[in-house]
């Protein structure tokens, strides 16, 4: 939660927790962890999740690929998976992201869901086999890889939300939220100044080099893709550009309407209700987002995902939630791929409600100068 800004088709996607934490550096898939079942009910630290990113290419040869698009300020890789079946046709793209924000931890589960989930569907599923044909899915599973793995380190740590780059000279705090560090009405609401707090903006758009490590994937790619989706918690929303309330997105009624039928999707898995509406109406201004940039840029599905729950348990949220929070994120996230697909390869066939399949599974321009 407190998050910051977000037309093609694709997808970007450690220690076992003991009570919680673990040290960073130990290692995944060993024990009881072997077990699949198992895997997907936990969180895990950075060095598995890379563990599992191995583990997805060497197992799906045939689909599933690597990219390193950046490094972080402490010189870590930020990951990809690509993922889809090969084409001698330009594909359509979906992007996916988690972990923008360190804390929020089931974010990078949800991402580890969804690639486990579409290498098992394509294989039966001739819906999810016809979009892994028309489509590559590129997910990031953790982005703000520094902060991640500093959430990891004790208790007095996992509640952190920046990136870990030091404040400007005469600062001694560190982290930019990088959700408000993206070039998209940058600094004018919704942000702090102070470097001290929660969402510290950067000293200028732009600022930290993981928020300009999606900016250039996304600026090369922005033809091809159809929809952009970053995953955070918690809150239970599904938001839509901007984050500016005097701003509107060109195709709001559209969002709206496909977001509403993503929330009945969620809702038809485990009854949970989810909230769809954008930033300044159902949570609070907010600029700078990576949601708002790939609006701006002409990706014309844009959302953010407030995952489980409304507040109960926040950012540490239980093991036990884990799946049925992954469950229902899937079928709302679904929803929105298989239009963003039908409309693209259908054109006017495509409508909000899509097929049953789905429903089952489940004006102004950026013309301020930025400082």
């Known amino acids: 939660m407190m998050l910051c800004l977000g037309s093609v088709g694709l997808v970007l996607l450690a220690l076992t ?49 690597s990219m390193v698009y950046g490094q972080t ?56 086999k016809e979009m892994m044909k028309n489509l590559d899915f590129y997910v990031t599973p953790v982005l703000n890889v520094d902060g991640y793995i500093y959430s990891w380190l004790n208790n007095s740590t996992r509640l952190w939300r920046k990136s870990r780059s030091p404040g400007p000279v005469g600062c001694t705090c560190y982290g930019t939220d990088l959700n408000r560090n993206f070039y998209a009405n940058w600094g004018t609401v919704g942000v702090s100044t102070n470097c001290c707090e929660e969402t510290y903006c950067g000293s200028k758009a732009l600022s930290e080099p993981e928020a300009r490590a999606v900016t250039d994937m996304l600026g090369k790619m922005s033809g091809d893709i159809l929809a952009f989706l970053t995953i955070h918690s918690y809150s239970q929303l599904i938001l839509v550009p901007y984050g500016h309330p005097n701003i509107s997105a060109p195709n709001y009624n559209e969002l709206m309407e496909v977001g509403l039928g993503a929330v009945k999707a969620i809702k038809a898995v485990h009854g949970m209700d989810y909230t769809v509406g954008t930033w300044p109406d159902i949570l609070y201004p907010a600029s700078g987002s990576s949601q708002d940039y790939a609006r701006l840029i002409g990706i014309p599905l844009s959302y953010t995902f407030e995952l489980r729950d409304k507040g109960e348990y926040g950012f540490e949220l239980p093991e036990d939630q884990i799946q049925p929070t992954c469950e229902e994120a899937y079928a709302g996230v679904q929803h929105i791929i298989t239009y963003a697909h039908d409309k693209a390869f259908y054109s006017s066939a495509a409508t909000v409600t899509t097929t049953l399949w789905t429903t089952v599974m489940t004006a102004w ?7």
């Open 17 to 65: 927790v003991q009570n919680g934490h673990g040290a960073p550096d130990s290692a995944g898939w060993n024990g009881k962890d072997t077990t699949e079942r198992n895997y997907y009910t936990r969180y895990h630290n950075m060095t598995e999740i890379s563990d599992w990113m191995e583990k997805m290419k060497r197992e799906n040869p045939d689909v599933v690929s």
């Open 73 to 128: 300020y402490e010189e870590r890789n930020i990951t990809l998976l690509k993922i889809g079946l090969n084409s001698t046709k330009r594909k359509k793209a979906i992007w996916m992201d988690c972990g923008i924000h360190a804390r929020e931890w089931i974010a990078p589960a949800f991402c580890q869901y969804f690639v486990k989930e579409i290498l098992q569907r394509y294989k039966t599923d001739t819906k999810v």
């Open 365 to 371: 321009v950026f013309s301020a100068t930025l400082l």
